[in-house]
């Protein structure tokens, strides 16, 4: 529903927008939100709660703004107390907890033990974050050794492979090349055995001729023949 136009403020009315922009204010609120409160309870609009603040009702409460700003300040400064307070004891915990696994955060890191008896300062989270920071910087410095023993082995692994690969290749050849050898004994042998004796077992006078069929057999010719 729309708010209805009212040109005429009471006292009551002012004392309020006083007492809730005093309130937002120590509460750590905006000014504009306290408009909003008083405007949704008197059917006003937030910008018209505004102005009547500014123009007319402010210059009336000066020593209770300052008054609720600094209760404001109190009241956030005791919030950070808290705070750190809590911050102590989430430290104090960490610490306590990590020194029951066998002592292995007091071999490595020694500054990040904090006693539970004794009183936790600044300087002593100053030191534990360091510590912290430190610890961080060496894994960082691990895992980027651990990527490139990774990559060095993945790079091992493809010359393995490619090793493997030439190796098998060098064993075809060679077998290859050890058939060959044996055909060529072969055909030296049998060459040797038709070289030296005739028909009728004489030893020849003159060299005979060979030809190699298209099986690879040695065929002789006998002298004088066409």
Not at 69 to 74: D, G, L, Q, V
Not at 191 to 219: C, I, W
């Amino acid at each position: 529903m729309a708010k209805v136009r009212q040109d005429a403020w009471s006292h009551e009315d002012d004392l309020l927008l006083a007492e809730t922009v005093l309130r937002h204010i120590r509460e750590g609120s905006t000014q504009l939100n306290a408009f909003e409160e008083v405007g949704d309870e008197l059917n006003r609009t937030s910008a018209a709660c505004g102005f009547r603040w500014n123009a007319e009702v402010r210059n009336n409460y000066i020593q209770a703004i300052d008054l609720a700003k600094r209760h404001r300040k109190e009241k956030k400064r005791a919030l950070a107390g808290r705070n750190f307070t809590n911050f102590k004891q989430e430290v104090i915990d960490h610490t306590n907890e990590e020194s029951q696994h066998e002592n292995i955060l007091e071999k490595e890191a020694p500054s990040t033990k904090i006693s539970e008896h004794k009183e936790l300062t600044f300087g002593d989270v100053i030191s534990f974050l360091q510590s912290i920071h430190k610890n961080y910087h060496a894994f960082n410095q691990s895992h980027y050794k651990f990527e490139q023993l990774q990559r060095k082995t993945k790079q091992d692994k493809v010359r393995i492979i490619e090793l493997e690969k030439e190796l098998k290749e060098t064993k075809n050849k060679l077998t290859t090349i050890e058939e060959d050898y044996k055909m060529f004994i072969q055909i030296m042998d049998r060459a040797r055995k038709m070289s030296v004796l005739d028909e009728k077992g004489h030893q020849y006078q003159q060299a005979p001729t060979f030809k190699m069929d298209k099986n690879g057999n040695l065929e002789q010719y006998a002298h004088g023949s066409n």
